[in-house]
Protein backbone atom coordinates (compact mmCIF):
# COMPACT_ATOMS: atom_id res chain seq x y z
CA UNK A 1 0.00 0.00 0.00
CA UNK A 2 1.58 3.60 -1.27
CA UNK A 3 1.82 5.76 1.79
CA UNK A 4 0.03 9.17 1.27
CA UNK A 5 1.96 11.49 -0.36
CA UNK A 6 2.98 14.45 2.15
CA UNK A 7 4.25 17.97 0.88
CA UNK A 8 6.86 20.05 2.37
CA UNK A 9 6.54 23.61 2.17
CA UNK A 10 9.63 26.36 2.77
CA UNK A 11 9.16 29.59 2.79
CA UNK A 12 12.88 31.43 2.45
CA UNK A 13 14.56 34.06 1.65
CA UNK A 14 18.22 33.80 0.50
CA UNK A 15 19.73 31.44 3.43
CA UNK A 16 20.95 28.88 0.85
CA UNK A 17 23.36 27.52 3.98
CA UNK A 18 20.27 26.83 6.09
CA UNK A 19 18.51 25.96 3.32
CA UNK A 20 20.75 23.38 2.12
CA UNK A 21 20.88 21.57 5.58
CA UNK A 22 17.13 21.34 5.84
CA UNK A 23 17.15 19.78 2.45
CA UNK A 24 20.29 17.67 3.43
CA UNK A 25 17.88 16.47 6.41
CA UNK A 26 14.80 15.71 4.89
CA UNK A 27 17.25 13.28 2.61
CA UNK A 28 18.37 11.56 5.32
CA UNK A 29 15.21 11.00 6.47
CA UNK A 30 14.26 6.68 6.52
CA UNK A 31 14.45 5.06 3.04
CA UNK A 32 11.22 3.61 4.13
CA UNK A 33 9.33 6.91 4.79
CA UNK A 34 7.30 6.53 1.10
CA UNK A 35 6.04 9.70 -0.67
CA UNK A 36 7.11 13.23 -0.46
CA UNK A 37 7.97 16.28 -2.33
CA UNK A 38 9.10 19.72 -1.50
CA UNK A 39 8.20 22.86 -2.20
CA UNK A 40 10.64 25.89 -2.02
CA UNK A 41 8.59 29.71 -2.47
CA UNK A 42 11.22 32.41 -2.57
CA UNK A 43 10.28 35.37 -1.00
CA UNK A 44 11.28 38.46 -2.94
CA UNK A 45 14.07 37.19 -4.86
CA UNK A 46 14.76 33.86 -6.58
CA UNK A 47 18.33 33.54 -5.07
CA UNK A 48 18.59 29.67 -5.01
CA UNK A 49 16.43 28.81 -8.30
CA UNK A 50 19.70 27.70 -10.28
CA UNK A 51 21.65 25.76 -7.62
CA UNK A 52 18.13 23.89 -6.25
CA UNK A 53 17.84 22.95 -10.30
CA UNK A 54 21.07 21.41 -10.50
CA UNK A 55 20.68 19.69 -7.11
CA UNK A 56 20.17 16.39 -6.45
CA UNK A 57 17.79 15.04 -3.96
CA UNK A 58 15.74 11.92 -3.68
CA UNK A 59 12.49 13.25 -3.49
CA UNK A 60 11.08 16.09 -6.22
CA UNK A 61 11.75 19.78 -5.09
CA UNK A 62 9.41 22.28 -7.12
CA UNK A 63 10.51 26.43 -7.14
CA UNK A 64 8.09 28.47 -6.56
CA UNK A 65 8.83 32.55 -6.61
CA UNK A 66 6.63 35.19 -4.73
CA UNK A 67 7.28 38.59 -6.18
CA UNK A 68 5.71 40.40 -3.65
CA UNK A 69 5.79 38.04 -0.92
CA UNK A 70 5.86 37.20 3.03
CA UNK A 71 5.52 34.21 4.97
CA UNK A 72 2.01 34.06 4.96
CA UNK A 73 2.21 34.42 1.05
CA UNK A 74 4.57 31.92 0.64
CA UNK A 75 3.32 29.50 2.62
CA UNK A 76 -0.41 29.76 1.47
CA UNK A 77 1.49 29.33 -2.57
CA UNK A 78 3.42 26.27 -1.60
CA UNK A 79 0.16 24.79 -0.10
CA UNK A 80 -1.70 25.92 -2.99
CA UNK A 81 0.34 24.07 -5.68
CA UNK A 82 1.29 20.75 -3.75
CA UNK A 83 0.21 17.41 -4.06
CA UNK A 84 -0.32 16.08 -0.54
CA UNK A 85 -2.29 14.82 1.44
CA UNK A 86 -0.55 16.20 4.79
CA UNK A 87 0.92 19.60 4.72
CA UNK A 88 4.70 20.17 6.51
CA UNK A 89 5.46 23.45 6.79
CA UNK A 90 9.12 24.31 7.94
CA UNK A 91 11.37 27.24 8.13
CA UNK A 92 14.67 27.01 6.13
CA UNK A 93 16.37 27.65 9.52
CA UNK A 94 15.03 24.20 10.72
CA UNK A 95 16.72 21.06 10.99
CA UNK A 96 15.00 17.34 11.21
CA UNK A 97 16.29 14.48 13.33
CA UNK A 98 16.05 11.29 11.86
CA UNK A 99 12.59 9.49 11.74
CA UNK A 100 11.01 12.96 12.34
CA UNK A 101 9.26 12.89 9.70
CA UNK A 102 7.09 9.54 9.64
CA UNK A 103 6.00 10.36 13.30
CA UNK A 104 4.55 13.69 11.68
CA UNK A 105 2.83 12.72 9.02
CA UNK A 106 1.40 9.79 10.98
CA UNK A 107 0.32 11.91 13.61
CA UNK A 108 -1.53 14.05 11.18
CA UNK A 109 -3.09 11.23 9.82
CA UNK A 110 -4.16 9.89 13.25
CA UNK A 111 -6.28 12.88 13.97
CA UNK A 112 -6.42 15.09 10.39
CA UNK A 113 -8.45 18.02 12.11
CA UNK A 114 -5.08 18.70 14.92
CA UNK A 115 -2.33 20.82 14.17
CA UNK A 116 0.63 18.63 14.79
CA UNK A 117 4.03 20.47 16.06
CA UNK A 118 7.45 19.36 15.80
CA UNK A 119 9.71 19.06 19.21
CA UNK A 120 11.63 22.24 17.66
CA UNK A 121 14.61 23.10 20.39
CA UNK A 122 18.03 25.67 19.95
CA UNK A 123 20.66 23.05 18.34
CA UNK A 124 22.89 21.31 20.95
CA UNK A 125 26.50 22.88 21.13
CA UNK A 126 25.72 26.20 19.90
CA UNK A 127 23.33 27.75 22.20
CA UNK A 128 24.52 30.89 24.16
CA UNK A 129 21.33 32.69 24.24
CA UNK A 130 20.41 36.21 25.52
CA UNK A 131 16.30 36.14 24.91
CA UNK A 132 14.72 39.47 26.03
CA UNK A 133 10.77 39.38 26.69
CA UNK A 134 9.39 41.80 26.90
CA UNK A 135 6.05 40.94 28.33
CA UNK A 136 5.67 38.01 31.37
CA UNK A 137 3.31 35.98 29.06
CA UNK A 138 2.15 32.49 29.21
CA UNK A 139 4.85 30.80 27.52
CA UNK A 140 4.82 27.88 25.62
CA UNK A 141 8.23 27.85 25.40
CA UNK A 142 8.88 27.22 28.91
CA UNK A 143 6.06 25.18 29.30
CA UNK A 144 5.25 23.43 25.97
CA UNK A 145 5.92 19.91 27.30
CA UNK A 146 4.55 19.91 30.79
CA UNK A 147 1.40 21.38 29.53
CA UNK A 148 1.41 18.82 26.14
CA UNK A 149 1.73 15.75 29.13
CA UNK A 150 -1.60 17.27 30.78
CA UNK A 151 -3.45 17.62 27.29
CA UNK A 152 -3.20 21.52 28.26
CA UNK A 153 -2.25 23.02 24.31
CA UNK A 154 -4.20 25.76 22.90
CA UNK A 155 -3.34 28.71 20.23
CA UNK A 156 -0.55 29.82 22.21
CA UNK A 157 1.85 26.40 21.71
CA UNK A 158 1.89 26.72 17.98
CA UNK A 159 5.50 27.82 16.38
CA UNK A 160 4.83 28.43 12.37
CA UNK A 161 8.87 26.68 11.90
CA UNK A 162 7.56 23.72 12.10
CA UNK A 163 4.47 21.84 11.84
CA UNK A 164 1.82 19.51 9.94
CA UNK A 165 -1.81 19.65 9.30
CA UNK A 166 -3.51 17.99 7.10
CA UNK A 167 -4.83 19.75 3.83
CA UNK A 168 -8.42 19.45 4.15
CA UNK A 169 -8.02 21.27 8.05
CA UNK A 170 -5.71 23.65 6.20
CA UNK A 171 -8.06 24.61 3.78
CA UNK A 172 -11.18 25.22 6.45
CA UNK A 173 -8.95 27.20 8.52
CA UNK A 174 -7.92 29.58 5.30
CA UNK A 175 -4.63 29.67 5.12
CA UNK A 176 -1.98 32.69 6.81
CA UNK A 177 -3.60 36.32 6.50
CA UNK A 178 -1.09 37.99 4.19
CA UNK A 179 -1.87 41.21 5.54
CA UNK A 180 0.76 40.67 7.22
CA UNK A 181 3.51 42.64 5.57
CA UNK A 182 6.35 41.93 7.96
CA UNK A 183 7.55 39.67 10.07
CA UNK A 184 5.42 38.17 13.36
CA UNK A 185 2.07 37.39 14.54
CA UNK A 186 1.00 35.71 11.93
CA UNK A 187 1.34 32.05 13.22
CA UNK A 188 -0.95 33.88 16.26
CA UNK A 189 -3.66 34.70 14.60
CA UNK A 190 -3.33 31.21 12.08
CA UNK A 191 -3.42 29.71 15.35
CA UNK A 192 -6.23 31.41 17.22
CA UNK A 193 -8.10 31.48 14.08
CA UNK A 194 -7.57 27.53 13.79
CA UNK A 195 -8.53 27.06 17.58
CA UNK A 196 -11.58 29.17 17.05
CA UNK A 197 -12.58 26.48 14.49
CA UNK A 198 -12.14 23.53 16.17
CA UNK A 199 -9.02 22.47 14.73
CA UNK A 200 -7.11 21.19 18.24
CA UNK A 201 -3.18 21.37 18.74
CA UNK A 202 -0.36 18.27 19.90
CA UNK A 203 3.17 17.92 20.14
CA UNK A 204 4.94 14.94 18.90
CA UNK A 205 8.03 13.14 19.02
CA UNK A 206 9.36 14.28 15.99
CA UNK A 207 12.74 16.47 16.80
CA UNK A 208 13.83 18.99 15.18
CA UNK A 209 16.87 21.86 16.25
CA UNK A 210 16.22 25.45 15.23
CA UNK A 211 19.62 27.53 13.10
CA UNK A 212 18.66 30.77 14.68
CA UNK A 213 21.58 33.88 14.34
CA UNK A 214 20.74 37.13 14.94
CA UNK A 215 23.13 40.34 15.16
CA UNK A 216 22.26 43.34 16.92
CA UNK A 217 21.20 44.83 13.21
CA UNK A 218 18.67 42.21 12.41
CA UNK A 219 17.08 41.90 16.31
CA UNK A 220 16.57 45.68 16.05
CA UNK A 221 14.51 44.74 13.02
CA UNK A 222 12.98 42.10 13.94
CA UNK A 223 11.50 43.86 16.85
CA UNK A 224 10.72 47.10 14.36
CA UNK A 225 8.84 44.01 12.32
CA UNK A 226 6.76 42.92 15.21
CA UNK A 227 5.70 46.33 16.06
CA UNK A 228 3.98 46.82 12.96
CA UNK A 229 2.55 43.22 12.72
CA UNK A 230 1.02 44.04 16.27
CA UNK A 231 -0.69 46.75 14.61
CA UNK A 232 -2.41 44.15 11.74
CA UNK A 233 -2.86 41.72 14.78
CA UNK A 234 -5.29 43.94 17.06
CA UNK A 235 -7.41 44.97 13.62
CA UNK A 236 -7.67 41.17 12.73
CA UNK A 237 -8.56 39.93 16.43
CA UNK A 238 -9.46 43.14 18.28
CA UNK A 239 -10.06 41.00 21.39
CA UNK A 240 -7.12 39.99 21.48
CA UNK A 241 -5.98 41.64 23.91
CA UNK A 242 -8.36 40.04 26.07
CA UNK A 243 -6.55 36.71 25.27
CA UNK A 244 -2.87 37.36 25.31
CA UNK A 245 0.00 40.33 25.70
CA UNK A 246 0.42 42.06 22.25
CA UNK A 247 3.66 44.05 21.40
CA UNK A 248 7.60 42.73 21.08
CA UNK A 249 7.26 39.85 22.72
CA UNK A 250 10.68 37.42 22.56
CA UNK A 251 13.25 36.35 20.89
CA UNK A 252 12.56 33.00 21.09
CA UNK A 253 15.85 30.73 20.93
CA UNK A 254 18.73 29.81 19.38
CA UNK A 255 21.70 31.79 19.07
CA UNK A 256 22.18 35.69 19.62
CA UNK A 257 26.05 36.53 17.56
CA UNK A 258 26.36 39.89 19.90
CA UNK A 259 30.21 40.50 20.78
CA UNK A 260 31.24 39.48 24.31
CA UNK A 261 30.72 43.39 24.91
CA UNK A 262 27.57 44.41 23.40
CA UNK A 263 25.25 46.49 25.26
CA UNK A 264 21.59 45.61 24.83
CA UNK A 265 20.46 48.67 25.65
CA UNK A 266 19.88 50.38 22.86
CA UNK A 267 18.16 47.32 21.02
CA UNK A 268 15.85 47.62 24.11
CA UNK A 269 15.27 51.22 24.21
CA UNK A 270 14.35 51.05 20.33
CA UNK A 271 12.27 48.45 20.52
CA UNK A 272 9.67 49.99 23.59
CA UNK A 273 10.18 53.18 21.27
CA UNK A 274 8.57 51.22 18.33
CA UNK A 275 5.44 50.12 20.63
CA UNK A 276 4.84 53.58 21.30
CA UNK A 277 5.39 55.13 18.13
CA UNK A 278 2.63 52.22 16.91
CA UNK A 279 0.62 52.86 20.35
CA UNK A 280 1.16 49.38 21.32
CA UNK A 281 1.98 49.82 24.81
CA UNK A 282 -1.24 48.95 26.49
CA UNK A 283 -0.84 45.87 28.34
CA UNK A 284 -0.81 45.89 32.01
CA UNK A 285 -2.56 49.24 32.93
CA UNK A 286 0.68 51.03 30.47
CA UNK A 287 3.08 48.49 32.04
CA UNK A 288 5.55 45.99 30.89
CA UNK A 289 5.26 43.63 33.46
CA UNK A 290 8.80 41.96 32.82
CA UNK A 291 11.83 41.07 31.36
CA UNK A 292 14.12 38.80 31.08
CA UNK A 293 18.07 38.62 30.11
CA UNK A 294 19.88 35.30 29.71
CA UNK A 295 23.68 34.92 29.41
CA UNK A 296 26.02 32.71 28.79
CA UNK A 297 28.22 32.47 32.40
CA UNK A 298 28.77 36.10 32.07
CA UNK A 299 27.49 38.45 34.37
CA UNK A 300 24.90 39.98 34.48
CA UNK A 301 25.19 43.47 32.14
CA UNK A 302 26.06 45.61 35.45
CA UNK A 303 24.05 48.61 33.92
CA UNK A 304 20.95 48.19 31.40
CA UNK A 305 20.31 51.84 30.39
CA UNK A 306 16.74 52.26 29.01
CA UNK A 307 16.13 55.03 26.77
CA UNK A 308 14.88 56.59 23.42
CA UNK A 309 13.06 59.11 22.07
CA UNK A 310 9.40 58.03 23.22
CA UNK A 311 10.70 57.43 26.49
CA UNK A 312 13.02 59.51 27.86
CA UNK A 313 13.79 56.64 31.08
CA UNK A 314 16.91 55.43 32.31
CA UNK A 315 17.42 52.82 34.73
CA UNK A 316 20.14 50.97 36.37
CA UNK A 317 20.39 47.68 37.42
CA UNK A 318 23.04 46.12 40.22
CA UNK A 319 25.00 43.66 39.27
CA UNK A 320 24.66 40.21 39.41
CA UNK A 321 26.36 37.24 38.80
CA UNK A 322 24.54 34.22 36.54
CA UNK A 323 24.71 31.48 34.58
CA UNK A 324 22.31 30.62 31.12
CA UNK A 325 20.43 28.44 33.79
CA UNK A 326 18.90 30.90 35.43
CA UNK A 327 17.15 33.85 34.89
CA UNK A 328 16.75 37.37 36.41
CA UNK A 329 13.70 39.11 36.22
CA UNK A 330 13.15 42.73 36.57
CA UNK A 331 9.18 43.58 37.36
CA UNK A 332 7.73 46.74 36.37
CA UNK A 333 9.54 48.62 33.85
CA UNK A 334 7.15 51.81 33.30
CA UNK A 335 6.36 53.28 29.83
CA UNK A 336 6.19 56.47 31.29
CA UNK A 337 7.75 59.01 33.70
CA UNK A 338 6.95 58.20 37.25
CA UNK A 339 4.71 55.46 39.18
CA UNK A 340 6.40 52.18 41.30
CA UNK A 341 9.11 50.64 39.85
CA UNK A 342 11.09 47.77 41.01
CA UNK A 343 13.68 48.51 44.18
CA UNK A 344 16.15 47.05 41.62
CA UNK A 345 15.73 50.18 39.53
CA UNK A 346 17.12 53.55 40.19
CA UNK A 347 14.72 55.85 38.61
CA UNK A 348 15.93 59.44 38.04
CA UNK A 349 13.06 61.88 37.06
CA UNK A 350 13.61 62.66 33.14
CA UNK A 351 11.76 64.00 30.40
CA UNK A 352 10.57 62.89 27.14
CA UNK A 353 12.75 64.24 24.19
CA UNK A 354 10.80 66.85 22.88
CA UNK A 355 12.36 66.27 19.59
Known sequence: ??????????????????????????????????????????????????????ADFPFPVRHEFAAEGNQSLCRNLGADVSAGDVLLFVDSDIEFAAG????????????????????????????????????????????????????????RAFVSCGFAMSRSAFRDVGGFDPG????GYEDVEFALRAQRSGVGFALCAARAFHHKALGPD?????????????????????????IMPVGVRAVRDGELNFPDDFDIAPTVAAAQAVERELDLARVGQGRFSARELFVDGRELYRRIALFGRFTGIRAELSPEPFDDRRAVRCNSVPTSIGGSTSAAYAMPSASPDPS
Open 180 to 183: FTHY
Open 218 to 242: SLLRRFTDLGHSAVHLTRCIPDVED
Open 1 to 54: MTAPLLSVIIPVYARRDELTRLLNSLAAQSPRFGSMEVVVVENREMLNRHWLSR
Open 100 to 155: ALAVLRDCSLDDPERIVLADVMPLPGRVRSLGTYLYDVPSFFREYRRRARLGALDF
